[in-house]
């Protein structure tokens, strides 16, 4: 085993011993890549991957085509990555996609879709659980009219992130899918999250995307590689998806030192995701006790938990947790708790005692 693994083991445990118990709650984003994945990345055989020739990236396309049954798939370095190229395989300049109000694709990516792709961009409500109503979209599909951009795509997010990561089912996908057929436009899944809504709905990913063109899905949030998303689609589409990648500076070269962390993370981490939700649930009604919180643990069936704050103060209570060691997310409408791989059911133990005595000690109404 090389030295650098050992050393880096070694730096984790002093950092550890050196400081607070941190509970990060911020984001699954935050997770550590595990041993077994180290490990991977250590002896990952590696090629050059613009070449079509890293054996590591390969696999591990070949791996989430059939787990997806797509015929093919892209390593990207991001899912914003993934989606970009999806968007701009889908639609050409002047096309329109029709993305969710409350979707990353629409408010969360740089405004690439139009900066990047000259792509018109009409969002649609979504519903508390991120639907959407199948008449208004039917509504917003444009007629072919030379004053209209022509609607090429349709984004659909599961899990639905600000929409308490809730999973849509297989059903809900399909009777997207077949308005979009009826008028002849393309889906693509922004399934960043997907496994979690694969493992909460116990339904595979493939039926949660059958009938959509491509999906992506990312590598580096519950999965918890440290970096990289997959888009799976057609053969065709895949293709262009490539050359788009390539313009956006996505083509990486021995890249397959961090698909390397992917191939493990689909052979070892979906499973440990009901983990994940376990925590959220316990996480979820341990909040909804504390005096200045409302939260709603039947709102979030995954790993995603909301509440709002009621006492004046957020942002010192928010201080005051973080001074030791808890962190959650601030957002407009309130915060966000995630759960994933490194956080215990006793870390949640944990962070609900601080966070309980901090609003004790520290909320105002
Ligand atoms: C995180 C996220 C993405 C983008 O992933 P990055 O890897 O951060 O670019 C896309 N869609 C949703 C729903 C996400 O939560």
Redesign the pocket.
Known sequence: MGSGYSEAKENKKTQVNNSTRIVDLRSD?FTQPSPEMREAIYKAELGDDVFGEDPTVNRLEKMAAEIFEMEDATFVA????G?IAAAMTHCTRGDEMIVGEK???YN??AGAASALGGISVQSIANDSRGMIDLDELRSKIRPDNIHYPPTRLIGI?N???HCGGNALTAEEVQSIVAVAKERDVKVHV?G??IFNASVALETPVSQLVAGADTA?F?L??GLSCPVG?VLVGSHEDIEVARRWRKAMGGGMRQVGIIAAAGIVALETMVSRLAEDHTNARKLAVGLSNIEGITCDPDSYPTNLVFCDVIAKNPSEILQKMDEQGVKALSLPGGWRLVTHYGITSGDIDYALDIITNVFKEHASF
């Open positions: 984003t991001s899912g914003t990555m989606n979707s990353h694709m969360a990516e997010e899990t639905a992130n922004d960043a999250r992506s990312c580096s949030k998303s």
